[in-house]
């Protein structure tokens, strides 16, 4: 009975496990062979060894990605993350109306970045836009945002701020709505206030929902692309300012260098793999599970 069992289970689950097989695992270890070739996608890939990876490491462009990239989850991350905590808390409390607050903070998120990008890059226009109609109103004169190198970076962190905390807000949500209140209720009798309770309480008791927060946010800040991509678009900033995907995209499909392109994924791989261990790692210091 056991056996007859397993097999079933095992027939319905082959189609799918050799999909896996042959569409994740097996182009992830072709590209893997790619990433010691040279090839410009017509004809046979040539093997030339670690030479991809030697030119990688003596290549200017690659820190100056690699130091963008890093800037831009410097900038995004923490801002993103105490922002959404923030709006969870608000939309947590218990009043009227408050299921349309929530509907309108997820819209963001499942707007295209095609669109949202489009927007931002009109709002962020230096003659233009609404985003300098403002700081001129306030404060004086606004930057050309998306023409000077220096102000790329802090415009793709506000936009992506914009969009994604939304989604983080839900997470970090979920996670306040499965703390338990008889906490809240004990702390009270024994006097606490507001500020105890969110120290004493909530983070901690949070602390898992951060974690997962933290490891999603970082693996998907390493690989921005669209964002910075579209609105850089036909701007004299479009090459200045290099990412790590867009390295890719650029030498994959513009230079046609689809083995040096195949190694800068697999370095930018295992740089996530590396941070994702780390902050496993971490985890157990600050992470707290009841």
């Given amino acids: 009975m056991y056996r007859s069992k397993k097999k079933i289970i095992i027939t319905f689950l082959l189609p799918s496990l050799l999909g896996l097989l042959v569409f994740k695992v097996g182009a992830m270890l072709y590209s893997l062979y790619i990433s010691f070739t040279e090839w410009n996608l017509f004809g046979d890939p040539e093997f030339v060894g670690l030479q991809n990876y030697i030119e990688i490491f003596h290549d200017d462009r690659f820190y100056e990605a690699l130091k963008n990239t890093i800037l831009f989850i410097v900038g995004y991350l923490p801002i993103v993350v105490v922002l959404s905590l923030g709006i969870a808390i608000l939309l947590n409390s218990k009043v009227k109306g408050v299921n349309v607050f929530r509907g309108l903070f997820f819209l963001p998120v499942i707007t295209s970045w095609v669109a949202v990008s489009m927007i931002w890059k009109g709002l962020l226009n230096p003659e233009f836009g609404v985003i300098n109609s403002i700081i001129e109103a306030l404060a004086g004169t606004g930057p050309a945002w998306l023409q000077n190198p220096s102000f790329v970076i802090p415009a793709v962190i506000m936009v992506s701020v914009w969009k994604d905390v939304g989604f983080l807000s839900i997470i970090f949500l979920g996670g306040l709505q499965g703390i338990s209140q008889e906490y809240y209720e004990a702390s009270r009798i024994d006097g606490a206030n507001?500020?105890?309770?969110?120290?004493?309480i909530t983070l901690p008791l949070l602390s898992p929902t951060t974690f997962?927060?933290?490891?999603?946010?970082?693996?998907?800040?390493?690989q921005v692309f669209d964002q910075i991509w579209i609105m850089t678009s036909g701007e004299p900033t479009a090459d200045l300012v290099p990412v790590m995907v867009t390295e890719i995209y650029k030498n994959s499909f513009q230079y046609?260098?689809?083995?040096y392109a195949t190694a800068l994924s697999w370095i930018l791989f295992l740089i996530i793999i590396a941070v994702t261990i780390f902050q496993n790692v971490?985890?157990?210091?600050?992470v707290y599970y009841e």
Avoid: P
Wanted: a positive charge.
């Fill in 282 to 286: 971490m985890q157990k210091k600050w």
């Fill in 194 to 200: 507001k500020w105890h309770q969110f120290k004493s």
């Fill in 212 to 222: 997962y927060a933290l490891i999603i946010t970082i693996i998907n800040s390493f």
């Fill in 256 to 259: 046609q260098k689809m083995g």
